[in-house]
């Protein structure tokens, strides 16, 4: 594996592959120095052609435990701005001589064709609407760590799908692990074709509360009003929000899950958020362990690559 | 002038097939005989296991000049163009400045002057191609101009297109009976504008925002509308779905002055290449589904489609090298499409020269000379072409400036042998010799 790009890629086994190295991780992150020098003399360099100071901070975070140089290139405030072709601004990075690159973008394919550009290896850290492939790992890791078999798993994305890079990539993870994911949302918030998702569909959320393993909750942007998606944030509260009404029909066992970050009051009341089958602290901390598994498989897979030709 | 024979080559015009060698002298067909004995001191050109077609015509060329030099220039189109075995090209005006009054119309007419290949202006429908304001199209239907469109554009404005079909029907005054065509890139912007490539499955899949079929279905509805009550003849541009060609189907039925093109590209590719992310695969309208470019290649075979046009959009390569949906659409096409006709599609080598020689000729009112038949004291505007050698396409082997080709790297079947305009041969064995 050189790159991480989509979790299609992966399949079952790869997923498993990369939550065995993150249990191996996950210890290393309980010690008193959390650090290995598994990756010293390795560079990373993320390129953050959107901002986002979690996903980065999280990705940074796992590099340094693997004792990387990192490199920050804020794309969002550089030289893309200036008409500089994707290509140019890539080939300028790798030339400074980086293992990896981790790559935000706002347009679904970036990575993918930074990828063919590039003899580094790059790392999808979230591209437009298409795909999030760490998110999804991280959120996988978090199921698996209550103990909680995929098989049969009943899964529920509340929110905006159709403009969800975090819906396209779970629905693949959870599903190729054999559970049975349902995408709830407004039809306006779904993609056309909702067929080739391979998720069942509901318009409502009070039928499927019940039935449900795991709650996950999407975040709601304020922009989605003024495209006449829905009529008001309100009024999807009402429709769609995790209200303790809602909440208190959930089994006492189930989880709660946000990618973050959380609009209160919007898709999740203020006070569910306490609500002990929350998961979202969880979420982010396996975020740091799961990014650690997948550099360390993606960069140790690229130099064995390198090494063999 | 020395006469020049081209020998054994199987003649296809509106005629049909058959064997025959072709006499020219002084740009004219003199002879068309089974067997012609080469006169004395004439040149003879090889013909044999080759195609004779009236030169193609294409009605749809971005030649990116005035303004954008950097892609395309009319010299390098017109090349192109010649190479893929076309003697005409009707000329966008999607140009900076647009090809929008009579003096740029003129510019174009002194730059091509000499060219490889007749470049044929349009002119736009609107000034800027802005949708606002008509451009004087009484002047310039008086210096010859026959085709109208904002070229990349629909015409957005229920009120002025129907201003601008009723205004067209008057000018057939100044003509002489010749029809205004009006050619319209049938999008509803509202529905579209958002969108980078077919909205679908695959659209979907890759999580980008899609172009329905209603945005182009929508304006074919409106116009077809209009045209029935202004009797204005339309031409609709690159149609890509199957709703699209059921509508001109129906509209021919009816007995509308209405005529259709679609490109290579969207009879032959589907969306499912844009799973790549390779800009080179964006173009617009989109490149749809396989019921779609099923459709409309039962559109070509019943007739519902006129003509194929290429559309030819060239980018420098570093416009494409930008994320898929920051990059322009538009794909080359001129010096592939009779290649790709005879690859992919089943269709009897009469449709196919139809399709790209005299029935186009015909919509932009050049069938004076351009799509005539292969008949003595008929113009020299011939093409010769091997239907069975084979060729890989390399952008950058082709004259265009630009390399977008979505060919690129496939085998395809049938070469431009000749390309003879008016009795010169501006491509040799393949080879552009103007």
Request: aromatic share 4%.
């Amino acid at each position: 594996m050189k790159d991480l790009l989509t979790i299609d890629q992966l399949g079952a086994d790869g997923i498993n592959e990369i939550m065995k190295a993150a249990d191996s991780f996950a210890e290393v992150c309980q010690r008193p120095v959390p650090k290995v020098p598994a990756l010293r003399g390795r560079t990373v360099a993320s390129m953050f052609f959107e901002d986002s100071t979690r996903t980065r901070t999280s990705f940074e975070t796992a590099a340094r435990r693997l004792s990387a140089d990192t490199l920050n290139f804020s794309a969002a405030s550089s030289s893309v701005n200036k008409g500089e072709s994707l290509r140019d601004t890539v080939e300028t990075i790798e030339a400074m001589g980086v293992d990896a690159i981790i790559v935000r973008h706002r347009s679904s394919g970036a990575p993918q064709q930074i990828a063919k550009w590039a003899s580094a290896s790059v790392i999808n850290a979230g591209d437009g609407w298409h795909a999030h492939p760490t998110q999804a790992l991280l959120d996988v890791y978090t199921i698996r760590q209550e103990g909680r078999s995929f098989e049969g798993l009943r899964i529920a994305i509340v929110g905006d799908i159709r403009h969800s890079r975090v819906a396209r990539s779970n629905i693949e993870a959870f599903s190729a692990l054999g559970a049975e994911v349902t995408v709830v949302a407004p039809p306006t918030l779904l993609p056309p074709h909702v067929d080739a998702l391979g998720a069942k569909v509901s318009h409502d959320i009070d039928a499927v509360l019940a039935e449900t393993d795991v709650l996950y909750l999407l975040r709601m942007q304020r922009e989605r009003m003024d495209q006449a998606l829905v009529p008001s944030l309100g009024e999807y509260h009402r429709a769609f929000g995790l209200t303790p009404n809602r909440a208190s029909r959930l089994a006492d066992n189930a989880l709660i899950m946000h990618p973050g970050p959380m609009n209160r009051g919007v898709e999740i009341s203020p006070e569910v958020t306490d609500d002990p089958r929350v998961r979202v602290l969880n979420q982010v901390t396996n975020g740091v362990i799961v990014r650690m598994a997948v550099l360390y498989l993606v960069l140790s897979s690229a130099a064995a690559e390198r090494s063999a030709s | 002038m020395t006469v020049q024979v081209l020998r054994g080559g199987t003649i296809v015009d509106q005629a049909g097939e058959r064997r025959g060698d072709v006499a020219i002298d002084d740009g004219v067909i003199i002879e068309v005989a089974e067997s012609i004995e080469p006169p004395l001191g004439s040149e003879v050109f090889d013909a044999s296991d080759a195609y004779v077609l009236p030169g193609l015509v294409d009605l749809h060329t971005h030649v990116r000049e005035p303004g954008r030099e950097e892609a395309e220039t009319i010299e390098t189109a017109a090349r192109g163009a010649a190479l893929g075995g076309y003697t005409a090209i009707v000329a966008m005006a999607s140009t900076t400045p647009t090809m929008d009054s009579p003096s740029i119309v003129r510019d174009v007419l002194a730059i091509a002057e000499g060219a490889p290949c007749e470049v044929v202006p349009s002119a736009a429908l609107t000034v800027g191609r802005n949708g606002e304001l008509l451009t004087p199209m009484g002047e310039l239907a008086a210096m010859g101009v026959r085709i109208f469109s904002d070229a990349g554009r629909g015409v957005q404005d229920p009120a002025l297109m129907w201003r601008i079909m009723e205004y067209a029907t008057g000018l057939e005054a100044i003509t002489g009976g010749q029809p205004i065509v009006l050619a319209q890139h049938c999008e509803v912007e509202a529905l579209s504008a958002a969108g980078h490539m077919h909205e679908g499955e695959w659209s979907n899949r890759l999580g980008m925002a899609g172009q329905p079929i209603e945005a182009e279905t929508l304006m074919m509805m409106r116009d077809i509308t209009l045209a029935r009550r202004t009797g204005a003849r339309l031409h609709f541009q690159h149609i890509s779905c199957a709703e699209s060609v059921e509508l001109v189907r129906q509209a021919k039925a009816e007995g509308l002055q209405i005529t259709a093109e679609a490109t290579p590209h969207h009879l032959t590719l589907t969306h499912a290449e844009c799973a790549s992310y390779d800009p080179v695969f964006k173009v617009n309208p989109p490149l749809r589904s396989d019921d779609d470019v099923a459709a409309l290649r039962a559109g070509l075979a019943d007739g519902t489609i006129d003509a194929i046009a290429t559309c030819h959009a060239p980018h420098e390569p570093h416009t494409k090298e930008f994320p898929f949906d920051q990059a322009p659409p538009g794909m080359l096409g001129l010096e592939s499409a009779v290649a790709v006709a005879l690859t992919e599609l089943d269709l009897p080598i009469t449709s196919i020269a139809g399709l790209l020689s005299w029935q186009p000729a015909a919509i932009a009112g050049i069938d004076d000379r351009h799509g005539r038949p292969i008949a003595a004291g008929e113009p020299a505007n011939v093409c010769v072409i091997d239907p069975n050698e084979t060729w890989t396409v390399r952008g950058t082997e082709m004259a265009s400036r630009s390399h977008n080709s979505p060919w690129e790297g496939r085998e395809l079947r049938g070469r431009v042998r000749h390309t003879i305009l008016q009795g010169e041969f501006v491509v040799t064995q393949g080879e552009a010799t103007r």
